[in-house]
């Protein structure tokens, strides 16, 4: 049985497969429309063998591009790289029930796995994630997001300063702010950016400073980021740059520190006065942070704008006779190191967030204005598709 739709087109063409045989580690450059430029990607011999072997797959997103990207591998072999237009795609949650959700430019969207088990789409695609509950929120400049003990979610409201869930009649529903922020208003005073899961309860946020003043954040980001315990509502650890995605692993505060390229864990965290420790560094300016097993994934972003400029990145880049990236890198928690990566070059140089899918091998997902959402029909109980 095997149900029947078209991966979505994207702003720039249809999805196509990157590396057409495991060993092959240059993907097959993405031919652009009128107008726009090139993109190209390439990736490790070993991705490909793992992902296949440990029966995972991996999703990121690109506000840049507009674009939910899935990696897999194709059910023949070699990887194939899904894209789904969406707009502005941000923070991106996965749970055991098959649902991702993720926070975009006027909105929090729920995606839902129609596919079971044993269907396929198109008789290729092992995952299909479709649009199925959206709350429109207005531009929050919404960053992560997780879900609560209800499965509801929980998101980072960056232009509030605050954590918030969404409301059946306004655009948002306060549940959490800073102690160091003073009010509700509609200023982006601390870039509040990061969201820390202990299962179903939000423990942490990262922002990029204290400040109590709209856009004082920009002023701080070499040395005044900040991780807040939620549930003490206490600062637990300063003195970062531009720290991103706080993430619980394992039973470690891990999060990367963007302004250095660094990922690594806050130790101390029982005092107040926790610690950032280094564990690995990775060449670009790191947003997006999944683990599978006693492996981490990161995303890289060209630091292209001055927001990210003028940081010790820059020198770190600079000593180390490297060009920072952007994709995502696969780096081994025991020793630090890179074990996998795929990387984009040309128009794409930052992602947003990394997740990844255990249980899908070769996911898709469906955009909001596409015309297979309108087609693609689905309820409990249905009677198999015959195959075309």
Known sequence: MSKKTTPAKTAKGKANGADKAQAQTTAPTQQPEAGQAAVSYSMSPGLVPRMAKEQFSIAFSSYQSGLLYMLGVQPG??????????PKPMGLSFNTNGQLTMTGAYHVLRFENVLAPHERA???FDACFVPRRTHFTGALDAHDIGLDAEGEPVFVNTRFNCLSRPHP?????????PPFISALVNEDRCHLNGLAMDGSDPAYATAISRSDTIDGWRDRRADGGVVIDIRKNEIVCEGLSMPHSPRLHNGELWLLNSGTGELGVVTGLDTGKGTFEPRAFCPGFLRGLSFFGNLAFVGLSKPRYKRFEGLELDERLRK???EPWCGVQIIDLTNGSCVDWFRIDGAVAELYDVEVLPGATCPMSLSLTSPELADLITYEGMNPTPEA
């Not at 072999?77 to 969406?86: D, I, V």
């Open 77 to 86: 072999g070699g990887a194939h790289l899904h894209q789904s237009a969406q």
């Open 122 to 124: 198109n008789n290729m």
């Open 169 to 177: 009649r306004h655009s948002f529903e306060p549940v959490w702010q």
């Open 320 to 322: 180390a006779d490297s």
